[in-house]
């Protein structure tokens, strides 16, 4: 890029952590101006920890911030739009109840008498999305416009005329081709004006077709950044990817095992703007990989076969019979059990006990009047404490104050308790360490072997070929293919992600 | 929402036998410790306060009153405790029991047997709480919002059952509903042996079948509870009926006593006792735990304390306003959030030290957590 | 039209509504000296309702304004008997208003507790207070507080806009302008719509939440000044319930009650309802307060489907 002069931004070495567990670990980062420099990383890598700290959203527990060759403090997201760094974060961070017009002016409110001026705060709104080539009824409430629209103003609201430097965070992740096209113009035309820009996304095409620049995070460190025309698809995909799982040993039996008969199939299952439909089979004692991207449909995927999410097309067959509207509580008596990838948002009830929430799914089946006895529920978590290797000092702990590592084991135990015939494991080593990784891989494999059909989905292509019988390929919210047997391997699965 | 409490704590020494249940064992160790400092100061003010005597075939005493006192807004309470549990509220507590009350003696006056009426009165109350869970489960409305609106109708209503046969605040007699209220079994005076009755009853329902953890699980993170498969809707549903079930029982145990039907003041306050009984005794109003026993401590709690701003010569007036300190000042003990902004300063502050980019933003460590609500 | 409009809309037909009815059944409803009476009965609960709206639009609740009135009236009779001039004592009374709101409002955002909780233990703290200055009810003597009340602007057809009715509007004009004409007002509305966005966005949560509780503070001891000089005395008991009264009229006015969306102006209006409504009760002899409580709580029922069906339909609350 330009070397004459200062990067615009220079991140040396920053360090952060969340209540102990590291999210940032020594990354450095260089912004130039006129460059859109892409950051690219999985859920959970630090992109959006990097983000907040270079936006002020956040303090760094260790490193430096340089902006055109200063060394600067970024205390505040005030005093960083007063530095000319402009943000617009993954969710729309608008007030969706407020008009346009005031999300775009919210605190620079033009006054006039010390009164604000409305008419020349919609003047203004007008004037700053027009720049976008936007025309909308900027009086109407932000929530009542499509989310790409809310996109559009979010960015609107960002671009002061004294910004220097632009962060978007996944900013096309709702924009259909048309909007995205519109957006990369607009950006090209702020890079022609010096501007520097960080570009979140994880649509490979569009950091193809827009950066400069690539930087890949993964689990809190940066594992590489080159210039774009440098950096070929599948070499990117590996960083991204990883290789954490070298030292687990890989599959012993490469031959593909003689499959069991089919416990749960989806044909035609989908559902729109979430997967196209796709067709699956479960078989008893095999388990199934879905890879893919960030983005390319694997919860999305694991959710639909569960039932925490109504397909609008094709149907589930279990055992052969068609299983009805889904539901969580239906797909659990039916014997199918599901660990979401969030385990704070979605698995765990962190007030509750260890042995409440693995009793919980268990007890759904049972039913509310039929209430497992106490001796039993204490020797199941006692059991799952010991068979899952839980580091807990008894099973009355809250299971919030437990380790990232065993909470998972914990919504994997609850999924167990329930005596499921089929398991889905969004994510299952999301976040841990790699003993408490190792382990899992492990139980996984040994369950299959005891006769569970599985599916899981994970980021981690080493697990997938790991643990998997078969894969399903993933890509932009499709299954683009699926290979068994001696096929799985990281070469051919990253092929298929490429666009092989 | 807690990103703190997802560390790995160090293990706490416990040297203290294992079967101290962690946290709820310490949480019942204030309100505790309060109730008897609070009766220790009231006999050292009156003397005679801890004696029990025998007197018409009954047991009498400051104690037993305080008991006595208690037990309706202890019903309501329990009642409360669950809805707080599933991370609600419910305000038209008050209003349910001025129905009950009217329920009552309308349904005298219109001679029915007075079991009958009984089981009318916990009608009342239990098609209240249909009420306000369609509200808040079905509608979604916000509970705070949902029952706001029985609390404001409710008194209403109460008076419109009266105008029905042609009374303002009709009075009634019935032995049957009395005997429950102030009447006594042997020594023991009826309404404490309903009250410990009901709250094995409850109990039973909610840690003797599946229920009590269902409840707890949806007010602790209702979208975990839905993908383990419990309803979560029902689930509410379930504690809002149960709240007007209790509230309907406190309303007949307290028109009872007066045998008459007041709707406007009958129960008025009662459900800024009831919530600051679940609050005094340990329960987060963010949901997710159900207390009962502690609940009841609660409620003796401000039930004592009246007693003593009775009997030390305070003026009645006081009461209030040290209910009102006593509740600000468990509020603060309590906050976790609290101790959290102050450590986090501290830690913000440290961070300065090492020269690193930017001090302690003043969005704090999660600018995307949740503040209110 | 614009949606945030609508609930107004809705509000002003009911109104018209109940007037008209009220003309249509009862003689001498349909004048301008019934409209002046509801006006000047309901002018300090609908000041109290100002400062409650605010409160509901940042997405917090008050519930410590019935005891305010009661306990500036109070106060404000023992200073009166002391020989403090009226306004001198209103004086004082406006600052700690303002003072009280602003610890609630700082107790709020320190302790992360709900509002609901503070603000309840502020009703107990402040009614305590009342019983603790007097039990018994104290007039105001003071020839001021005759003269206040003598004073009225004649309407044409009889009625009057008495001097409470001009405090209460000149309350509410200084409230518009507040709400709508002030960076502090936008910053309520957003913290009240998204107050995670809003921090994102540089609003500072601590101050305004503070400013916002001392801004409902201080309309609700107004609102109390009032009340004390309208009836010339000060009574402990005064103003039980009010509370509920005055989030009602908020309600009936358009705000949403989670924050974030409503009018100002819809809260005249809301009040006015609920006066309305008691007084149509009090014109036909055989209803009584019962109705009062029952159509309010209808009233407020409907009002809270309607928004749901508004915030669904056309996306006037959040999104998601």
Not at chain 1, 56 to 75: C, I, N, P, S
Not at chain 2, 17 to 30: E, P
Not at chain 2, 40 to 56: D, H, K, Q, T, Y
Request: aromatic share 6%.
């Amino acid at each position: 890029m330009t070397s004459d002069q200062p990067p615009r931004v220079e991140l040396v070495g920053i360090s952060k952590a969340f209540a102990g567990v590291p999210a940032l670990d020594r990354v450095d980062f260089t912004l130039h101006p006129g460059e859109v420099h892409a950051l690219l990383g999985e859920n959970g890598a630090g992109k959006s920890t990097l983000i907040k700290i270079m936006t002020g959203a956040l303090a760094a527990d260790a490193g430096e911030m340089r902006l055109d060759g200063r060394a600067v403090a970024v205390g505040s997201t005030a005093e960083a739009r007063a530095l000319g760094i402009s943000t617009v974060y993954q969710e729309v961070n608008l007030v969706p109840t407020l008009s346009v017009a005031r999300n775009v002016t919210l605190g620079r409110e033009p006054r006039r008498f010390g009164l604000i001026s409305w008419r020349a705060a919609r003047e203004k709104a007008r004037a700053r999305l027009k720049r976008l080539s936007l025309e909308i009824d900027v009086e109407r409430a932000l929530g009542s416009f499509p989310v790409a629209v809310q996109q559009l103003v979010a960015i609107a609201r960002a671009l002061e005329e004294d910004s220097r430097v632009l962060v978007l965070d996944e900013p096309t992740a709702s924009l259909d081709a048309q909007e995205t096209r519109l957006l990369f113009r607009i950006l090209r035309d702020l890079k022609a004006q010096g501007m520097a820009v960080v570009f979140i996304s994880h649509f490979l095409d569009q950091v193809y077709e827009i950066s400069d620049r690539i930087s890949v995070l993964r689990n809190g460190r940066l594992v590489g950044s080159a210039a774009t025309a440098a950096l070929p698809q599948r070499e990117l995909i590996t960083l991204m990817l990883g290789r954490e799982l070298e030292r687990v040993e890989q599959r012993a039996a490469a031959a593909p095992k003689a499959a069991g008969a089919p416990v749960l199939a989806a044909e035609k299952l989908g559902r729109r703007r979430w997967i196209e439909p796709f067709d699956l089979v479960l078989r008893a004692g095999e388990a199934i990989g879905l890879a893919g991207l960030l983005g390319s449909g694997r919860t999305e995927t694991a959710k639909l076969i569960f039932g925490a999410v109504r397909a609008d097309s094709g149907r589930l067959t279990l055992d052969g019979a068609p299983l009805g509207h889904a539901s969580p509580r239906r797909a659990l008596r039916r014997g199918i059990a599901f660990c979401p990838e969030d385990r704070k948002a979605e698995g765990l009830v962190l007030d509750l006990s260890v042995r409440e929430n693995i009793l919980l799914a268990l007890q759904t089946k049972r039913g509310w009047l039929r209430p497992l006895p106490r001796d039993e529920q204490r020797r199941l978590a006692e059991a799952m404490i010991e068979a899952l290797g839980i580091a807990t000092s008894d099973a009355e702990k809250p299971v919030g104050q437990l380790s990232g590592g065993n909470q998972q084991k914990v919504v994997l135990a609850r999924a167990l308790a329930s005596k499921p015939r089929v398991l889905v494991l969004d994510e299952p080593t999301r976040g841990i360490d790699v003993g408490a990784h190792a382990e899992i891989v492990a139980l996984v494999r040994r369950l299959c072997a005891e006769g569970l059909a599985l599916l899981v989905a994970s980021s981690e292509l080493d697990e997938i070929v790991a643990v998997s019988d078969r894969v399903a390929v993933l890509r932009d919210r499709r299954i683009v293919g699926e290979i068994a047997g001696a096929e799985i391997t990281r070469e051919t699965i990253i092929e298929l992600i490429a666009g092989g | 929402m807690s990103v703190n409490q997802t560390i790995e704590v160090a293990p706490a020494p416990r040297t203290l036998g294992t079967r101290l249940r962690g946290l709820a064992g310490h949480r019942a160790v204030w309100p505790l410790l309060a109730l008897a400092l609070i009766l220790a100061v009231n006999g050292l003010v009156s003397p005679g306060f801890f004696s029990i005597r025998v007197v018409e075939g009954r047991f009498f005493g400051s104690t037993i009153d305080i008991l006595y006192r208690a037990m309706p807004t202890a019903m309501v309470a329990l009642g409360m405790a669950v809805v707080i549990g599933s991370k609600g509220i419910d305000l038209s507590v008050g209003a349910i029991i001025a129905i009950c009350g009217a329920t009552i003696a309308w349904r005298i006056h219109a001679g029915d047997p007075h079991v009958v009426v009984l089981l009318w009165a916990l009608g009342a109350g239990l098609l209240c709480g249909l009420w306000n869970g369609a509200l808040v489960a079905l509608l979604g409305i916000q509970p705070i919002v949902a029952t706001l609106v029985l609390m404001v109708s409710g008194r209403g209503i109460g008076l419109m059952i009266n105008l029905i046969y042609g009374g303002t605040n009709p009075s009634f007699e019935s032995p049957f509903l009395q005997s429950l209220s102030v009447g006594h079994v042997g020594l023991i005076p009826t309404r404490l042996l309903l009250g410990a009755a009901s709250f094995a009853a409850l109990w039973l329902l909610l840690r003797r079948t599946a229920l009590g953890l269902f409840i707890e699980a949806v007010g602790g993170n209702a979208r975990a509870a839905d993908l383990a498969g419990i309803g979560s809707r029902l689930v509410t549903y379930s504690a809002y009926l149960i709240s007007g079930l209790t509230a309907g029982w406190a309303g007949v145990i307290l028109t009872a006593d007066t045998h008459i039907s007041d709707p406007v003041s009958q129960g008025l306050y009662i459900e800024l006792d009831a919530i600051l009984a679940v609050v005094i005794g340990g329960g987060s109003l963010a949901g997710g735990r159900i207390h009962l026993g502690m609940t009841v401590i609660g409620t003796l709690i401000i039930q004592a304390l009246a007693t003593l701003i009775l009997t030390s010569g305070v003026p009645p007036e006081y009461n209030l306003v040290v209910k009102a300190v006593v509740v600000l000042a468990v509020l603060l003990l309590q906050s976790d959030d609290a101790r959290a902004a102050l450590t986090r300063r501290n830690r913000a502050r440290g961070s300065l030290g090492g020269g690193s980019p930017g001090g302690g933003s003043p969005g704090g460590g999660s600018p995307k957590g949740g503040r209110r609500r | 039209m614009r949606v945030r409009y609508l609930p107004l809309l809705a509000t002003m037909t009911v109104f018209a509504a109940l007037f008209v009815t009220g003309g249509v059944f009862y003689k001498h409803f349909f004048t301008t000296l019934v409209l002046g009476h509801i006006l000047a009965d309901n002018a300090f609960i609908i000041i109290a309702a100002i400062g409650t709206t605010f409160v509901i639009l940042s997405g917090g609740i008050d519930l410590s304004i019935g005891s305010m009135i009661g306990f500036v009236g109070v106060v404000m009779a023992n200073l009166d008997a002391a020989g403090w001039h009226p306004l001198a004592s209103a004086a004082l009374m406006l600052a700690f208003g303002l003072a009280y709101g602003a610890f609630q409002g700082f107790v709020i955002d320190f302790c992360k507790v709900q509002p609901f909780i503070i603000t309840l233990a502020g009703l107990f703290l402040l009614r305590g207070a009342c019983f603790m200055v007097n039990i018994d009810s104290v007039p105001l003597r003071h020839p001021f507080v005759d003269a206040f009340a003598d004073l009225y602007i004649p309407f044409p057809t009889g009625g009057f806009l008495t001097s409470s009715a001009m405090v209460m509007l000149a309350a509410l004009a200084a409230a518009v302008v507040i709400a709508h004409f002030t960076r502090f007002g936008a910053k309520v509305y957003a913290i009240g719509g998204d107050p995670a966005s809003a921090e994102l966005m540089g609003v500072p949560a601590r101050r305004t939440i503070v400013s916002v509780y001392a801004l409902g503070g201080f309309y609700s001891a107004l609102g109390g000044v009032i009340y004390a000089l309208y009836t010339s005395s000060g009574y402990p008991l005064a103003g039980t319930g009010n509370e509920l009264s005055a989030i009602a009229a908020v309600v009936l006015g358009g705000t949403l009650l989670s924050g974030g969306v409503g009018l100002v102006a819809g809260t005249l209006f809301g009040g006015m309802i609920l006066g309305l409504i008691s007084t149509l009760i009090n014109f036909n002899g055989s209803l009584n307060s019962a109705w009062i409580m029952i159509s309010g709580g209808a009233l407020l029922f409907v009002f809270i489907v309607i928004q749901k069906l508004l915030v669904s339909s056309f996306g006037l609350g959040r999104a998601s």
